[in-house]
């Protein structure tokens, strides 16, 4: 913890008054070495305030505004900030004595940085068919097919320790082959690992799934900023599905599931079958 003095003080030309009727006037003025004190999240600082000359009487100090990370006790004011302190925080201090008092603002200030966070990678986090990663599953023109219900898995790291928050979005590919998203999350998973089924998906409709991953303090997932994925204000395409039987064989040509084309799991190829070297067969 770091130590700043600021002071309070009586100056005899500036703050004690002149004699009248031979007294004193017991008037003084509270002054800072600085209006301001700048920290990173997670930093603290005790700041002593003192008082020079003589008030008369004893001299107290209080705050009506402390915030809830700052505790004035006697004179020393002690501030430890967390990251969701982050912004400017004016503290008004005043120093009272008798009937006369002074203050003045503080302001602190508190600054954090905050990386965004990232996919759990040795989660294998992606679109699933039962016991089959599909991770980024096929493009518009040709979603991947499910036997089963598709669901997503979801598993997020934070280096900064923040809550980690993963909206989804899924809409149906209409008739000319466009996903309408709208950024509006369909979904919106809360915790650091999830399983999300979609089970309102209608068998045999092609649907478009977006997902945004980011942090509890607005820190956003940009792995893919800029590319073809990128859907702006931090969306993802995160490919196309649709679960049924096999298509027709115009279908699979299409699709290029034909025997020799990649596959990950059999509801990759029209026939249902991927060999082990990751061929449709």
Not at 131 to 143: A, E, M, Q, T
Not at 187 to 213: E, H, I, N
């Amino acid at each position: 913890m770091s130590r700043l003095g600021l002071v309070a003080a009586c100056f005899a030309a500036l703050a004690c008054g002149p004699a009248t009727n031979g007294q004193n006037q017991q008037q003084f003025q509270l002054q800072l070495a600085s209006d301001h004190v700048d920290l990173e999240a997670g930093q603290s600082v005790l700041i002593e305030l003192m008082v020079i000359g003589t008030a008369g009487r004893p001299v107290s100090i209080t705050s009506p505004d402390l915030p809830s990370f700052a505790v004035l006790v006697g004179n020393e004011l002690r501030i430890v900030t967390a990251r969701a302190d982050r912004g400017s925080y004016p503290i008004t201090l005043v120093a009272t004595s008798g009937a006369d008092s002074s203050s003045t603002v503080l302001m602190v200030n508190v600054a954090w940085t905050n990386s965004p966070p990232t996919w759990d990678v040795t989660a294998m986090s992606g679109l699933w068919d039962f016991g089959y990663l599909k991770l980024f599953c096929g493009d518009i023109s040709h979603p991947c097919r499910f036997d089963h219900i598709p669901y997503f898995s979801f598993s997020g790291l934070d280096a900064d320790g923040d809550a980690i928050v993963c909206d989804l979005e899924l809409v149906e590919i209409d008739a000319a082959g466009t996903p309408h998203f709208t950024g509006q999350p369909t979904l919106t998973l809360t915790t650091a690992a999830s399983d999300v089924f979609f089970d309102t998906a209608a068998t045999g409709k092609p649907y478009a799934l977006a997902l945004r991953l980011r942090d509890s303090l607005g820190s956003t997932w940009t792995q893919f900023a800029g590319t073809t994925r990128d859907l702006g204000n931090g969306w993802v395409s995160w490919g196309a599905f649709r679960f049924g039987p096999p298509m027709s064989d115009d279908a699979c040509i299409a699709a290029g599931e034909l025997p020799g084309a990649f596959c990950g799991a059999p509801s990759d190829c029209c026939s249902d079958k991927c060999s082990n070297n990751w061929q449709c067969i």
